[in-house]
């Protein structure tokens, strides 16, 4: 298991790696590796197709990667424990695969699967957002991070079947500027899709502010 050591922290984790070699997010084997993954754990990543979606507003909904592994991994350690270090191999796997499908070339404007904000200020950020930016970033595409709220807390989905899910998020997303989205074409992004049901009902009330087509990208799909 990681120990606080392999926590990313500015100069006190630099002088760390002098001292001791950096070791893996994941197992804890010494790496040498950018990313901060040994190869072991790089190598048990398994990269995937594209895909369609079921979900009714949604164009298409690409994931990355499957939600498995290293990956599942990294994103719990991403997400839930401050591990920000990570950003790096999530944002070159995400550049890759906009590349390979030239995802970049339909989109207008970039948007994160906001969360609830009591949500955003326990963990200090939104993951969704980090991944957003680094692609909006890379691709100069536009972003916009404040017009598609979340308005009320949800319990997880990841707690709920398929019926729990879609009732937990109905109307829970709210667009701010109505204008912001008008005639353009979405691309949402986020870490995991399972059931796409989250996905969608943003989706949903980006189509509302009469966005002309929303896809999405996540990191891994579920398996
Ligand atoms: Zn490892």
């Given amino acids: 298991m990681p120990s606080v050591l392999q926590k990313p922290k500015s100069i006190f984790k630099a002088l760390l790696d002098i001292v001791l070699p950096?070791?893996?997010y994941v197992c804890g084997r010494s790496c040498s590796s950018k990313y901060g993954l040994c190869d072991l754990c790089l190598n048990k990543i398994r990269l995937c197709a594209e895909y369609g979606s079921k979900n009714p507003y949604i164009e298409k909904a690409w994931s990355c990667s499957y939600y498995k592994d290293t990956i599942k991994e990294c994103i719990h350690l991403f997400k839930y424990k401050g591990y920000i270090g990570l950003?790096?191999?999530?944002?070159?796997?995400?550049?890759?695969?906009?590349?390979?499908?030239?995802?970049?070339?339909?989109?207008?404007?970039?948007?994160?699967?906001p969360i609830y904000p009591t949500k955003k200020r326990e963990r200090?950020?939104?993951?969704?957002?980090?991944?957003?930016?680094?692609?909006?970033?890379?691709?100069?595409?536009?972003?916009?991070?404040?017009?598609?709220k979340k308005i009320r807390w949800t319990r997880s989905q990841s707690e709920l079947g398929r019926e729990k899910r879609l009732k937990n998020v109905k109307d829970s997303f709210l667009i701010v500027d109505k204008g912001a989205f008008s005639d353009k074409c979405v691309l949402l992004v986020d870490d995991v899709y399972t059931?796409?049901?989250?996905?969608?009902?943003?989706?949903?009330v980006l189509r509302g502010a009469k966005a002309s087509k929303v896809f999405s990208l996540t990191l891994a799909r579920g398996v």
């Fill in 87 to 113: 950003t790096d191999i999530f944002r070159d796997i995400m550049i890759d695969f906009v590349k390979k499908h030239d995802i970049d070339k339909n989109i207008d404007l970039i948007t994160p699967v």
């Fill in 124 to 148: 200090t950020y939104n993951h969704a957002e980090i991944l957003a930016r680094s692609l909006s970033k890379n691709f100069a595409i536009p972003i916009d991070a404040k017009n598609l």
């Fill in 195 to 204: 059931t796409g049901t989250t996905i969608n009902e943003c989706a949903k």
């Fill in 22 to 24: 950096p070791v893996c």
